[in-house]
């Protein structure tokens, strides 16, 4: 059973806002495609656009020098990008790219920030989203810094899972391999492990995930804090606490 579960056909930060934040943000919002590798957001640039996906997956991705690069945190219809709006500043060294295609809705930038200054309810509960970002940014720096490879992509396939609707995700080892911080042939031997223990079926282009349950055994505990702590504020727990107020959209 995937740990992240979002109302079908809709983000879920927006499906948990009441029903006054839901109709201040609705009119503003666009639809929008998410092209493989598009470009969400560039570093040190002004968030122009801020994406809450409907489906597919965005990555944050830290960039060094020398070119090189490695995924800091993902999102899909659980959250949204552009977190910089949020925060009161107007960018970010790191990019925001979409690593498997989808579709959602956008808001300009500059009409967040006014919305946010009209509505404390609304800018509250989308902070919500970027307190459990910063918590899965930890576990994965604890991840990278501590775990086996095929613990990280057991790990990192596990978040993907959560975030789209079937068992099949589209992705190249290349893509990977940038997802990861390892070379492609490091991310090879990653699969064929995996593959080799029955937790996936990997194919150009496209991984299967097979078994659930024994890809989350192999990420030793890498994988599921972030999560929880998502049910906890923005998922259905949440809404029978009383902590969000879920608008079902007919």
């Not at 070119?67 to 060294?93: C, K």
Request: hydrophobic letters at 40%.
């Amino acid at each position: 059973m995937k740990h992240i579960l979002c109302p079908d056909g809709q983000n879920n930060l927006l499906a948990t806002l009441s029903r006054a934040d839901l109709e201040l943000i609705e009119p503003h919002l666009t639809p929008v495609s998410l092209t493989n590798g598009m470009v969400i957001e560039k570093p040190d640039r002004p968030t122009e656009h801020v994406v809450f996906p409907v489906s597919g997956v965005g990555s944050i991705i830290a960039l060094g020098a020398g070119g090189r690069s490695i995924e800091a945190g993902l999102f899909g219809r659980d959250g949204m990008s552009g977190v910089s709006v949020l925060l009161g500043v107007h960018g970010t060294p790191h990019e925001t790219r979409v690593q498997v295609p989808g579709s959602g809705v956008t808001i300009a930038g500059e009409k967040l920030r006014e919305l946010l200054g009209q509505s404390v309810t609304l800018h509250q509960h989308l902070l919500r989203f970027v307190h459990t970002l910063m918590i899965q940014m930890g576990q994965t720096a604890l991840s990278n810094g501590q775990a086996k490879l095929e613990e990280r992509l057991a790990r990192w396939l596990l978040m993907c899972h959560d975030r789209v609707r079937d068992d099949r995700i589209r992705l190249t080892h290349e893509f990977l391999s940038v997802m990861l911080g390892v070379r492609r042939a490091g991310v090879t031997v990653g699969t064929h492990l995996l593959e080799g223990k029955g937790l996936i079926r990997a194919a150009r282009g496209e991984i299967t995930i097979l078994d659930r349950e024994g890809l989350e055994i192999e990420a030793k505990g890498s994988y599921g804090v972030a999560e929880a702590e998502y049910a906890r504020l923005l998922g259905s727990s949440a809404a029978e606490t009383g902590d969000v107020a879920i608008r079902r959209r007919k």
